[in-house]
């Protein structure tokens, strides 16, 4: 067993000392998307090996790194050039699912790189002493667009076929979206009335009644309650029930009331965004709540709303474009959105009727995993701000925002 463990530690040791390059990355995420066409929860890799050598490999193990050269690969490929994205064929079930396999780069029998679980429950505690002194307009923060378009309650039949194709945006609960690395949640308000003043909150995606909002405060108040983590829960839009500012008064009064163990209140953030991280653990109270509409009336509590950067478009060249446009980024004003997803117009929505169709969110999500790393990686790696997506563990942007966190507090010192 002693031995085992130091042959281990000088392979470990080894591995290290011979990856030449501390610039290489290895994403590994999962298509969270289902359709009728494509491989269920496939696991995806992005990589990004600026020293790439012909003849250098990409394998996938479903064993510990650690004993890789007795194991038969999962998943081998010969590099064709410095990075790509890689469909494996492996099933790897979100949230967890692609933490099973272990993804290296090999070049003649050696493991230059492999990926490493960046630890997404508690990345930011994880970091604290390396991002203590930025603030939240400069990280690279993971985020949800519709965070709380994730289910839909009612009868199965066509109905729900058609809000599972075209309303539906996420397949995982809040909990386990912040569980999974996310810091940006983006919640669209609605409530129910009955004469009077609004009776039940409810998360909305647009007209469509998603889950009651009481599901996502809980889950908010259960994460900050077991970590240290820094949750921004942007509030926006408010598609329906919300006419006056009675109404707003009402729902600040309820999230205060719900939540307030946990906000960081506006007022006593003497540098408004540009607050350091290190105040919000200083005083434990790590929940902004970025209100968009009528943040005057108790703007002591609610920040202001944080703007989003939303393309509506169908296309990812144009996507693309929109998300290239300079003077996006300014680490001292107030964080910046990328909404990097696409968007269904009304025509398309009504016109395909097919259960799990390829012309769905879900398709759309899974193929933006071919896009959304590449360019946050080699283009916007240090104006990106938030970027929030749909289906979060089919764009891998945690594990990108992670790296590039990294990076930044190393720049900034
Ligand atoms: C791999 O090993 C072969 C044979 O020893 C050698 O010729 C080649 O240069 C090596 N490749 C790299 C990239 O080190
Ligand atoms: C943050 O700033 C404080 C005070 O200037 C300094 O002591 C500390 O080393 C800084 N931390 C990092 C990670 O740069
Ligand atoms: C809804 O979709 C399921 C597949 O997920 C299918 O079996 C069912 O027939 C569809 N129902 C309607 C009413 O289209
Ligand atoms: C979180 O902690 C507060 C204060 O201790 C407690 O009142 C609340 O019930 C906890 N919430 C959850 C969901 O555990
Ligand atoms: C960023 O903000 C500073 C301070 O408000 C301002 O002087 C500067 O022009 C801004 N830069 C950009 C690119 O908007
Ligand atoms: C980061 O983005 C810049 C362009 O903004 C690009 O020149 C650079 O190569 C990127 N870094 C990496 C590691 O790809």
Redesign the pocket.
């Known amino acids: 067993m002693y031995q085992l463990l130091l042959v281990c530690f000088i392979h470990f040791f080894f591995s290290v000392v011979l990856s030449k390059n501390s610039d290489n990355i290895i994403i590994v995420f999962s298509s969270g998307a289902i359709t009728a066409t494509k491989v269920p929860n496939e696991l995806r890799i992005y990589y990004n090996h600026p020293d790439f050598?012909?003849?250098?490999s990409l394998r996938v193990y479903d064993v510990e790194p650690k004993s890789w050269r007795v194991a038969k690969p999962r998943f081998v490929m010969q590099l064709e050039g410095v990075s790509a994205f890689v469909k494996t064929g492996l099933r790897a079930p979100p949230p967890f699912g692609m933490d099973k396999y272990y993804a290296m780069i090999i070049?003649?029998d050696t493991s230059l790189k492999r990926y490493s679980d960046p630890g997404r429950f508690h990345w930011m505690e994880d970091r604290k002493s390396l991002l203590e002194n930025l603030s939240l307009p400069q990280l690279f923060i993971p985020g949800t667009h519709d965070s709380g378009s994730y289910q839909r309650p009612g009868k199965d039949g066509i109905v729900k076929n058609l809000t599972a194709n075209w309303a539906i945006c996420q397949d995982t609960s809040i909990f386990e979206q912040l569980e999974s690395g996310v810091r940006f949640l983006d919640i669209r308000p609605a409530c129910t009335k009955i004469l009077g003043p609004c009776s039940t909150y409810y998360v909305n995606h647009g007209p469509v009644k998603m889950v009651p909002m009481s599901q996502v405060i809980h889950d908010i108040d259960l994460f900050l309650n077991i970590t240290k983590e820094i949750v921004i829960f942007s509030v926006k839009q408010f598609p329906s029930g919300f006419d006056n500012e009675n109404d707003h008064r009402h729902f600040m009064h309820y999230l205060k009331k719900k939540l307030s163990h946990h906000i960081y209140q506006h007022s006593s953030a003497k540098r408004g965004w540009a607050t350091p991280l290190s105040k919000y653990w200083l005083k434990n109270k790590r929940l902004i709540i970025s209100y968009t509409s009528m943040d005057y009336l108790d703007s002591a509590t609610f920040w202001p709303g944080i703007e989003q950067r939303w393309c509506n478009c169908r296309e990812f060249p144009t996507l693309h474009d929109f998300l290239r446009s300079p003077a996006k980024w300014n680490s001292t004003v107030v964080p910046v959105a990328d909404m990097a997803e696409l968007t269904h117009n009304v025509g398309s929505v009504v016109t395909d009727l097919t259960p799990l169709t390829d012309n769905s969110i879900r398709a759309w999500a899974d193929e933006a995993g071919g896009f959304i790393p590449k360019w946050y990686h080699e283009e916007f790696n240090s104006s990106a701000n938030i970027v929030a997506v749909d289906f979060l563990h089919a764009s891998g942007i945690v594990d990108l925002a992670i790296w590039w966190n990294e990076k930044r507090a190393q720049w900034s010192r």
């Open positions: 050598v012909q003849g250098d070049r003649n």
